[in-house]
């Protein structure tokens, strides 16, 4: 699947904004990495709350910093979000605070954390790596599967983005590209390359610091990059941030989980307003112990239910995922290894699920 979509009209994200926080007019929730305020007409499903604070320590440990414990949310309704900050779109991150119109615009969180590291230098690899770790970036399964390459129609080229502003930058290819670099090098090597950025955006000293970081050109890690390298054995997996969840075993040599999508669990992600409904998200992991075929199954009454299987392994530029709907089957092909499975409701419903996973004869 190669995707041609403007992921700016998807994220509808701006970066680096001025303003004062007003807490005044607003609940509060105190995690240990961050803050969350929300509108007194918002109603967060339980679980909302902490799975925003521990996204800090995941992403923190996935680019090997310091998990930083001064970072804020800020859920705002419509009205309290337009009279304070017009024009921002739905969600932005000022600093250590990230605002938005949705329960948990993950994309925002990241910036926060970048700030924290001095990540946040050139708009490109600031909005990259925002993407490379937003689980609901494009499709829905998470950026490792925004841009497969094939041979007859190459990768967008990231180099003629790297010097534009965020809002021009196309999330899309700024997260493959800076997914690619963490696959195939490591953080280490790209925290230390965004740190010391010039502050001018110029391409011959992006070149430069390209080189001295990675050993490389900057050139031919672009030109892999638009036809897809192979992965390499030892090669840093990108993990959604649902990879993190609790693991449910395998029965036999199938899997099954069931789940009653209630907002009030502790386990359940979403919100509720007075003129809108979110989505509820409740996930876990599983490992495949064997290559093979595999039917996915969901069985819930409620039509606006499905659940995706993604993995968490492997190149981000080789899709391993399924999705289905209320009632159906999807047959994939899958390697064995560790997977999230999703479970997507709608959060003013407590749909009861089942979901099974079975190897096909």
Not at 157 to 170: N, Q
Not at 279 to 284: A, E, I, L, N, P
Not at 327 to 343: C, K, Q
Request: glycine share 8%.
């Amino acid at each position: 699947m190669n995707l041609r979509l403007d992921y700016r009209a998807l994220l509808l994200v701006v970066t680096v904004v001025t303003g004062a926080a007003c807490h005044a007019d607003l609940d509060e929730w105190n995690g240990e990495h961050l803050d969350y305020y929300s509108s007194p007409s918002l109603v967060a499903c339980t679980g909302t709350h902490e799975y925003v604070d521990r996204f800090v320590p995941f992403v923190a440990g996935e680019l090997g910093v310091s998990a930083p414990t001064d970072l804020e949310y800020q859920w705002l309704d419509a009205e309290y979000f337009i009279r304070k900050y017009s024009g921002k779109h739905r969600g932005f991150a000022r600093r250590r605070r990230a605002y938005s119109l949705d329960p948990f615009l993950l994309h925002e969180v990241v910036h926060t954390i970048g700030s924290s590291h001095g990540l946040n230098r050139w708009p490109f690899f600031t909005e990259g790596l925002a993407s490379a770790y937003d689980p609901w970036l494009g499709t829905g399964f998470g950026p490792r599967w925004v841009h497969t390459p094939i041979p007859e129609d190459p990768l967008p080229d990231p180099r003629s983005e790297m010097t534009w502003d965020a809002e021009d930058i196309f999330y899309g290819t700024a997260g493959s590209f800076v997914a690619f670099l963490l696959n195939r090098h490591g953080p280490a090597k790209f925290v230390a390359f965004v740190q010391d950025l010039p502050t001018s955006r110029n391409m011959d000293k992006l070149r430069e610091r390209f080189r001295d970081v990675y050993g490389i050109e900057l050139d031919d890690e672009a030109e892999l990059f638009m036809v897809g390298a192979p992965c390499e054995e030892g090669s840093t997996p990108i993990r959604v941030y649902d990879c993190a969840m609790p693991e449910i075993p395998m029965q036999e040599d199938a899997w099954f989980y069931e789940k009653t999508m209630d907002c009030e669990d502790e386990d359940v992600v979403g919100g509720t307003g007075s003129e809108k409904v979110w989505r509820s998200v409740h996930g876990v992991t599983m490992t495949l112990p064997t290559d093979g075929q595999y039917a996915l199954h969901l069985t819930t009454e409620d039509e606006d239910t499905f659940v995706q299987i993604g993995a968490c392994f492997g190149c981000p530029w080789e899709p391993r995922y399924a999705a289905v709907g209320a009632g159906n089957t999807a047959l994939v092909d899958l390697d064995a290894g560790p997977y999230y499975v999703r479970i997507l409701s709608e959060s003013d419903r407590a749909a009861d699920v089942q979901v099974l996973l079975a190897p096909e004869p």
